[in-house]
């Protein structure tokens, strides 16, 4: 069969679509990737680059003893574009995988580019394309398209508001009043810490909670994804809900005293010259005068320069149990898949995961070669038969975790072991897929 008489329109080269294009042009097959970029911009959106990653630069955890280590090491097995251009834009961050995000998106950008087989397009799309179509147009899909897809699944769109942290540079955080640590001592010290005694942190708090947010439509504090949850309405949760959040001291020894202050702001590297940091879970929506005013009262940033303030927008996700296969098909139309955030996976990882998972079962079903059936036991295959059905009650965005991956039949002792036991069964059966046909 010549794979090139076939052709797939995939929609959106963020993480999702970018490396489902990616897996089904490896496989021979044509693949027409459209994009509005650099034409337009959703509100988050600011690089001309695909794959942008809009929230934060990291990727979490690396290791196998977390889930979306596992999912990583998964996806680097079957050849993702994605994790790829990471690996290569890495920058320090300890345990977690970080990465220079101009870098890594414009890595993503020239191997999309420049694929024989994939066509890139920049337009807005406002019709669902003929043939064979992957939507992955992401949670920030523009009102044309989000109005097909509605009409298309019976309207069985929800949605939830998300956020995006600031960014300062390195050169105005006052380094007198902060230090270089990373968690535990875990790797190189790779965090600037910016710590607070008691009296300076509930001042804070106190500002922070009663600071004048931007004006969102629609917007109410129960609408926000737990996951990315804005650092005001923490701070309305309660004097202590920071202190046990994205501020807690635990296991970040101060070198000056020896001792865990009483409450840490963290600063991550956000580019691979270590100019810029953005605020570790300091996701806003807070109008840009109040983030300078308020933020500024953490003493290590009481001169800091702002060089991005953070924003609030709306994503939109699928009530995918009633709507989709585990295959991430349209039930009700099987030609189109869904890939991405707007599935109900939640990260950038699982994003791009689903994008491949749908990227190779296209091509599978192109190819008239039996669908791979990624299992439970990976974690691949749990987001997608998490997506398809596997929630209860009402349907929410789910990051990969352990918990939606098949038990182990056997008792290990201690959280770490049982976990890696898991992700090294989860391997072998990477392994055993990578045998098939479609991978050779």
């Not at 196998?64 to 280590?69: F, R």
């Not at 090491?73 to 995000?101: C, Q, Y």
Request: charged content about 25%; glycine content about 10%.
């Amino acid at each position: 069969m010549n794979s090139l008489n076939h052709h797939v329109t995939v929609v959106g080269a963020g993480p999702a679509g970018s490396e489902c294009a990616w897996q089904i042009a490896n496989r021979g097959i044509a693949v027409t990737l459209i994009d509005m970029k650099p034409a337009k911009f959703t509100p988050a959106h600011r690089s001309p680059y695909f794959g942008e990653l809009v929230c934060s630069n990291s990727l979490r955890s690396d290791e196998l003893s977390n889930a979306v280590g596992l999912l990583k090491a998964e996806m680097r097995s079957l050849g993702s574009l994605f994790l790829d251009s990471a690996d290569f834009n890495r920058v320090p961050a300890g345990g977690a995988l970080a990465v220079d995000r101009e870098g890594f998106a414009r890595t993503i950008t020239e191997k999309l580019t420049g694929h024989p087989n994939i066509t890139v397009v920049s337009r807005e799309v406002t019709e669902i394309p003929e043939g064979y179509v992957v939507i992955a147009s992401g949670p920030l899909s523009s009102d044309a398209i989000a109005d097909k897809i509605a009409s298309l699944t019976g309207g069985e769109g929800l949605h939830f508001y998300d956020a995006v942290a600031p960014i300062v540079t390195l050169e105005s955080v006052d380094m007198d009043s902060a230090f270089f640590a990373s968690r535990y001592d875990k790797g190189t010290a790779d965090y600037v810490n910016c710590p607070m005694d008691k009296e300076e942190y509930i001042a804070f708090v106190s500002e922070l909670a009663r600071a004048k947010e931007a004006e969102v439509h629609g917007f109410d504090d129960g609408a926000v994804f737990e996951g990315c949850m804005p650092v005001e309405v923490m701070a309305r949760r309660g004097i202590d809900t920071l202190r046990y959040g994205p501020l807690k001291p635990v296991g970040l020894i101060d070198p000056r005293t020896g001792k865990e202050n009483y409450a840490v702001v963290q600063l991550r590297k956000d580019n691979a010259e270590g100019t810029l940091y953005n605020l570790v879970g300091f996701q806003t929506h807070l109008t840009w005068g109040e983030q300078k005013r308020v933020f500024s009262k953490i003493p290590a940033l009481r001169n800091a320069e702002f060089v991005r303030y953070g924003v609030m927008h709306r994503n939109t996700y699928l009530n995918s149990p009633l709507l989709l296969d585990r295959y991430y098909r349209l039930k009700a139309e099987p030609r189109i898949r869904f890939a991405g955030q707007m599935t109900g996976v939640e990260g950038y990882v699982e994003s791009a995961a689903s994008g491949m998972l749908a990227g190779i079962e296209t091509a599978a079903e192109i190819l008239a070669l039996p669908q791979v059936d990624f299992p439970q036991e990976t974690a691949i295959g749990a987001l997608a038969l998490y997506v398809s059905g596997g929630s209860v009650g009402d349907f929410q965005p789910m990051n990969v975790n352990f918990g939606i991956i098949t038990p182990l039949n056997r008792r290990v002792k201690g959280k770490r072991n049982k976990n890696a036991a898991i992700s090294e069964r989860s391997l072998q059966k990477i392994e055993e897929i990578k045998k098939g046909e479609l991978f050779s």
